[in-house]
């Protein structure tokens, strides 16, 4: 007799999902130098000045509760940009995060959604988190998917 797994024995814990994930690729660079950095989730460039651009960079959606990119999966090769103009007035920026947790925050005339393989963020001084945690500073940030970077097993 096998080893049992719970209750319902060791043949059905063998049984998984494997779901193909593609991943992204961000490139930070700073005067001279520049680094890269490989997520899974997300990433949040953000305008150092307050209340200026953001940028949200995401394989997939929703992630941590929010769906920014209502049309994303995790494995469709594409990278989906988030882009919300500095000339977004605070309460509305407030309206439309209470509305993301619905996918419905778009369309908006300040906010803009693009799905392609590759973004890059404009000149500037930039923020920048990578699923939650902190990467760094930069003046000019790039991304790229990488289509099957790995497959996740649940």
């Known amino acids: 007799m096998g080893a049992s797994v719970g209750h319902r024995g060791a043949r059905d814990a063998a049984v998984m999902l494997a779901t193909r994930w593609d991943a992204i690729r961000l490139r930070l660079e700073r005067g001279s130098t520049a680094r890269e950095v490989v997520t899974l989730g997300r990433a949040w460039v953000v305008a150092q000045a307050p209340r200026g651009m953001a940028s949200i960079v ?25 882009e919300i103009a500095a000339r977004m007035p605070w309460r509305q920026r407030v309206v439309a995060w209470r509305r993301a947790h619905r996918g419905d925050h778009l ?9 392609a393989a ?28 990488i289509p099957d970077a790995c497959t996740l097993h649940w």
């Open 107 to 115: 369309p908006h005339p300040t906010m803009r959604a693009s799905r």
């Open 58 to 82: 995401a394989t997939t959606s929703p992630v941590g509760g929010l769906d920014l990119h209502p049309r994303a999966h995790p494995n469709d090769g594409a990278l989906h940009a988030l």
């Open 118 to 145: 590759a973004w890059s963020s404009p000149p500037g001084r930039w923020l920048v988190w990578s699923d939650g945690r902190w990467v760094g500073r930069a003046d000019r940030v790039h991304a790229e998917v």
